[in-house]
C-alpha cells in the first residue's frame, strides 16, 4: 500500500491555474501557454497588444469567464466563440472588427459585451438573443441602426451607443424597463 501512495509523488499535477495577464505585452499572437491551462482557465487579459487572429485553441478554454481583447488588431472573431458558453464578459473594443460572428448567440452566460470603437456598422442578430446581457457598450462603431427586437434584452442595465449614426430607436427599447443608464449622445437624431 505504501508503495501505491508513493507513486503519487512521482506524477505530475496539473497547476490550477485560472487567471493569465498578457496585458501590455507587444504580443503578435495569443501564446502557447495559454492552452496549456484550457480546463483551468477562467480569466484572460490579451489587451494592448499587436494581435490580429484567435487561434482555433483558444476556443477550447471551456471555462472561460472573462475575455479581454481589447486594444489589438483583430479583424474578425472565430464562429468558434459560441463554445465559450460559460463567457460572462467580452471585451474586443479598440480593434477592427466588423462584424460579431452570429454563433455569439451560444454564449448565453454572457453579461458585459464592450465592443467600442470598431467599425461593426450593424448590431449583430445574434446579439439580440442574449438575455443575460446587462451592459452593452458600443460607442463609434458606425452604427446607423438598433434592430427592432433589440428590447429582447430586457435585463440591459447599461447601454452605450454614443458616436454613432443613429438617428432613431425601435418601439422595442420600451421594454428595457432596467436600463439605468443609457448614453445615445453625439448621433443624428432630429
Do not use: W
Request: aromatic content about 6%.
Amino acid at each position: 500500500m505504501a508503495f501505491i501512495s508513493c507513486l503519487s509523488c512521482f506524477t505530475k499535477q496539473e497547476e490550477e491555474v485560472t487567471e493569465l495577464d498578457y496585458r501590455h505585452c507587444s504580443l503578435d499572437d495569443v501564446p502557447n501557454d495559454v492552452f496549456a491551462y484550457e480546463r483551468t482557465l477562467e480569466v484572460l487579459h490579451l489587451d494592448s497588444n499587436n494581435i490580429r487572429d484567435l487561434p482555433r485553441p483558444l476556443f477550447h478554454c471551456h471555462g472561460l469567464r472573462h475575455l479581454g481583447l481589447a486594444d489589438n488588431e483583430l479583424g474578425t472573431i472565430p464562429q468558434a466563440l459560441s463554445s465559450l458558453s460559460q463567457l460572462v464578459t467580452l471585451d474586443v473594443a479598440k480593434n477592427v472588427l466588423t462584424d460579431i460572428p452570429e454563433t455569439i448567440k451560444q454564449c448565453k452566460q454572457l453579461a458585459v459585451i464592450e465592443a467600442s470603437v470598431n467599425p461593426l456598422q450593424k448590431i449583430p442578430e445574434g446579439c439580440t438573443q442574449l438575455v443575460s446581457l446587462t451592459e452593452l457598450y458600443l460607442n463609434d462603431c458606425f452604427l446607423e441602426y438598433i434592430p427592432a427586437n433589440f428590447g429582447r434584452l430586457a435585463k440591459l442595465k447599461i447601454l452605450e451607443l454614443r458616436e454613432n449614426s443613429l438617428n432613431s430607436l425601435p418601439k422595442s427599447m420600451d421594454r428595457l424597463v432596467n436600463l439605468t443608464r443609457i448614453d445615445l449622445s453625439q448621433n443624428q437624431f432630429s
